[in-house]
C-alpha cells in the first residue's frame, strides 16, 4: 500500500518551473577553475587565441551582425543524404547503416563528445510518493533519487534528482513528458521568500504546461539537469562526466554538458520501463533555451524518445553554426559556454593555432543534420518573438531554414515534413502564430517571449496524432 496524503486542491505554484528556484540551485562558480580547465583545453588542441564571441548588445562595438544580407558566409551546407564517398543516400537501409553513422561520429568528435563506455550505472530509489491534486486533476507524485555509481571516483558524489506526476484517473501507462528543469513536489510550498510572479501565471494566460499535460492524459517528469552536470566549465571534473575521467581534466572529444544531460535523461528513461504508470514507448523530451539544446541533442542521440518540445534553443540547438547572425560559435568556443560543447569544438573558435585556424564552416556537420538523427520521430521547434524577449540573438529565420534542410531525411524515412518546398537557402519563415504542424516535423513561433509556454496547447494535440494516443478514462 503506497503512502497517502489527504488529497488537496493544489494552486499553480507548486507546479510551475522556478527560475528564481533554478537560479538559487546553481552554486557560484569558480572562476579560476574554470579558466584554469579553458586553458587546458586549448593547450590540448594548439589553439593559442580564439576570436572574441559577438555582443548580444546592439549598442556595443563588436556587437552581433543581424543584417540579413551578411547572415549567409557559407551558403552551401552539408548534405545529409550524401555519404562522404559523395554517393547519394537514396534508401532508408543506406540512412541507418551507412549515413547515420557518419553524423553521429562527427557530432561525437568535434561537435557534442562521446558518452564513454565507462559511463557510470545508475540505480534509481522511490525517495517519496504520494497522492495529490495538480489544479483539479487527482496524480500520483514521486520523488526520485538516481545515485550514480561513484566506486571508480569516490570523491565525486552524484545523485540525480527527478519528479514523476501521472494522473490517476487514467487507466493503464500514460505517455510522459520529461522537461528539463526544476520542478516541484505536488502539494509542497515555494521556498520562503521565492518570487511569487514565477509561481503564479499572469492572468487571463493559459494553464500551466503541468495541468494541460495531465488534462490531456499524459504525465510529467521534472529532472534537474544540475543534479546530473554543472553548467559551468569548473564543475568538469565532476558530475557524471567527472566520474568517468576520474576527476581529470576531458580529452578532447569527452562529452560536455548537453550531452550528460541528454544521458542522464536516458537514465531516467531506463527507470520509466520499470514503472507500470508509465508508456515507455511514448515518452517525450522539452527544454527551453539551453535546455532547448539539451532536449535536442537527447532526441537525437537516444531513439527511444517518441516526441520532442525544442524551445528557443539558438545556437547549439537547432540554429545553424554556419548563419551569421545573433549569437555565434565564438560564443560556444569561450570560457562561459564551452562546456556545453566536446571539447575539440574550442578549435573552432580559434585565431591562432598550431592548424592555423578554422570557423563555423569548418564544421563538418551542423544543425539541420543534428534535426535530422530525430528523424522519422515526433519533432517540434518553438520560438517565441524577438519583441517579447526572444531575441534575435536566437536566429529564428536560420532555425527555420535548418528545419527545411532537414526534410529531405524525414520524407525519405516515410515521415512528413514541414511541407515547405523552396529551398532552404531562400526560404522565409512563417508569420508570427502560422504553425507548420501537420507532419512529424513541426514548427510554430509564437508571439511570446523566451518560453515554449504559448505552444504547449498547440504541442499537445499534435503529439497526440502523432504518437496516435487518446486516453482511456
Request: proline share 8%.
Amino acid at each position: 500500500m503506497r503512502p497517502c496524503k489527504p488529497v488537496v486542491a493544489l494552486t499553480t505554484l507548486a507546479v510551475l518551473l522556478v527560475a528564481a528556484l533554478a537560479v538559487a540551485q546553481w552554486p557560484q562558480v569558480d572562476q579560476e577553475k574554470l579558466d584554469k580547465d579553458h586553458r587546458d583545453m586549448m593547450s590540448q588542441l594548439g589553439v593559442k587565441k580564439l576570436r572574441p564571441g559577438p555582443s548580444g548588445n546592439e549598442k556595443d562595438p563588436n556587437h552581433a551582425n543581424y543584417d540579413p544580407a551578411l547572415a549567409n558566409p557559407f551558403p552551401d551546407w552539408p548534405d545529409p543524404l550524401t555519404l562522404k564517398s559523395g554517393k547519394k543516400v537514396t534508401t532508408a537501409d543506406e540512412w541507418w547503416n551507412e549515413r547515420r553513422p557518419e553524423i553521429v561520429e562527427d557530432f561525437e568528435r568535434e561537435v557534442l563528445g562521446r558518452v564513454p563506455k565507462n559511463a557510470p550505472k545508475v540505480t534509481w530509489t522511490v525517495k517519496a510518493q504520494v497522492d495529490e491534486k495538480v489544479g483539479d486533476h487527482p496524480v500520483l507524485a514521486k520523488e526520485l533519487v538516481g545515485k550514480v555509481d561513484n566506486s571508480g571516483a569516490p570523491a565525486i558524489e552524484v545523485n540525480i534528482d527527478a519528479i514523476l506526476v501521472t494522473p490517476a484517473d487514467v487507466k493503464g501507462p500514460v505517455p510522459v513528458m520529461v522537461m528539463f528543469g526544476f520542478g516541484m513536489m505536488p502539494g509542497a510550498k515555494p521556498p520562503e521568500g521565492a518570487n511569487k510572479f514565477f509561481f503564479a501565471p499572469p492572468p487571463g494566460s493559459d494553464p500551466p504546461a503541468t495541468e494541460q499535460l495531465l488534462a490531456a492524459g499524459w504525465g510529467y517528469a521534472y529532472l534537474n539537469p544540475n543534479s546530473v552536470q554543472a553548467d559551468n566549465g569548473a564543475g568538469l571534473t565532476e558530475g557524471v562526466v567527472g566520474i568517468a575521467n576520474k576527476g581529470k581534466f576531458r580529452k578532447p572529444d569527452d562529452w560536455g554538458s548537453l550531452r550528460a544531460w541528454g544521458w542522464g535523461a536516458s537514465r531516467l528513461l531506463d527507470y520509466f520501463a520499470t514503472d507500470k504508470a508509465v508508456d515507455e514507448t511514448r515518452v517525450g523530451i522539452e527544454g527551453v533555451s539551453r535546455y532547448g539544446k539539451a532536449a535536442l541533442v537527447t532526441m537525437a542521440f537516444d531513439t527511444r524518445f517518441a516526441v520532442v518540445l525544442i524551445g528557443s534553443s539558438g545556437e547549439g540547438g537547432v540554429k545553424p553554426h554556419r548563419r551569421n547572425f545573433g549569437e555565434a560559435v565564438e560564443n560556444l568556443t569561450a570560457s562561459g559556454e564551452y562546456h556545453w560543447m566536446a571539447g575539440n569544438f574550442v578549435k573552432y573558435g580559434a585565431e591562432e593555432a598550431t592548424f592555423g585556424s578554422k570557423n563555423a564552416g569548418d564544421i563538418p556537420v551542423d544543425s539541420h543534420e543534428l534535426l535530422a538523427l530525430c528523424a522519422p520521430r515526433a519533432t517540434f521547434i518553438s520560438y517565441g518573438v524577438p519583441e517579447q524577449g526572444d531575441a534575435n540573438w536566437l536566429d529564428q529565420q536560420g532555425s527555420f531554414m535548418a528545419a527545411v534542410a532537414a526534410g529531405p531525411v524525414f520524407r525519405l524515412l516515410g515521415a512528413k515534413d514541414l511541407g515547405v518546398t523552396e529551398d532552404y537557402r531562400t526560404v522565409k519563415k512563417p508569420d508570427v502564430n502560422v504553425g507548420l504542424l501537420d507532419g512529424q516535423l513541426a514548427w510554430r513561433q509564437h508571439d511570446g517571449g523566451h518560453t515554449d509556454a504559448p505552444n504547449w496547447k498547440y504541442f499537445i494535440p499534435w503529439a497526440n496524432k502523432m504518437l496516435g494516443y487518446t486516453p482511456r478514462k
